[in-house]
């Protein structure tokens, strides 16, 4: 294994622990991190669905994850498969809303895309 992604949807322990029902959770999720960086596995990847009334609120604490143990924190949009019909655009968080709530603080870069049909944004910090 050279590369690892790691879905981590809380960037607070609490909420985390309630989201995996397992109380101790948010803090081996980091210890895996820190492992997986340790073992020189290149990219880390942290993988965060951002939901609206759920979890915006902690944009920069994930952004601040991604300085302070040089990760790469990846939002993406909730879009599920909608067996429930739970989608409601109202529930997007926009990459415009991340990159507006983001760079005030930690002042952002965006990279070049790969290929032309990639549709991700990659920012990396200045």
Request: cysteine-free; hydrophobic content about 45%; aromatic content about 8%.
């Amino acid at each position: 294994m050279r590369r690892v992604n790691i879905s981590m949807d809380s960037a607070h322990p609490e909420k985390f622990a309630a989201i995996t029902r397992t109380p101790g959770s948010f803090e081996r999720v980091l210890r895996g991190v820190d492992a997986a960086l340790d073992a020189g596995l290149d990219p880390v990847k942290i993988n965060v669905v951002l939901v609206r009334g759920f979890n915006e609120g902690e944009i920069l604490g994930f952004a601040e994850l991604a300085r302070n143990r040089n990760v790469i924190v990846r939002f993406i949009e909730f879009m599920p498969l909608d067996a429930d019909h739970a989608w409601n655009r109202s529930l997007v968080v926009t990459a415009r809303e991340i990159f507006d709530t983001i760079n005030p603080v930690f002042p952002l870069a965006e990279l070049p895309r790969h290929h032309a049909s990639e549709t991700a944004l990659r920012y990396r910090f200045k």
